[in-house]
């Protein structure tokens, strides 16, 4: 007597089924994981930590921005370096007791 295809994909599914339960877990899983993760670690050379950068924007004036730009083109770190730069120097500024200029 044959089977029905449903019955086939029973017995194919409960086969398969004993087969991952009686199967011996890999070592990547369970108590070796930690050991494999230990490695790996140790065999990864430590980089220095990066500076987290924080999008900003801001509206400015058209011909501030084309000042900017130049800058940018000379200064190594392109726009972000020379915004910076600029920002630094103008907290600087009120920081020694100027005024600061809007």
């Known amino acids: ?3 029905k295809k449903t ?6 599914a409960k086969k398969l089924d ?3 339960k009686s199967g011996i877990a890999p070592q990547r899983f369970g108590k070796g994981a930690a050991a ?4 790996k ?13 924080v999008p900003v924007s801001c ?7 084309v000042r900017l730009r130049e800058q940018a083109a000379v200064i190594d770190g392109g ?7 600029a920002v630094e120097q103008w907290l600087a500024g009120t920081a020694a007791g100027k005024k600061p200029q809007p």
């Open 7 to 12: 019955d086939l994909e029973k017995r194919l």
């Open 41 to 53: 670690a140790a065999d990864v050379p430590a980089r220095p930590a990066a500076p987290k950068l």
């Open 1 to 3: 007597m044959s089977m």
């Open 59 to 65: 509206r400015l004036p058209a011909e501030l921005v």
């Open 18 to 20: 004993g087969k991952l």
């Open 79 to 85: 726009m972000s370096a020379a915004v910076t730069l």
């Open 36 to 39: 494999q993760a230990k490695d």
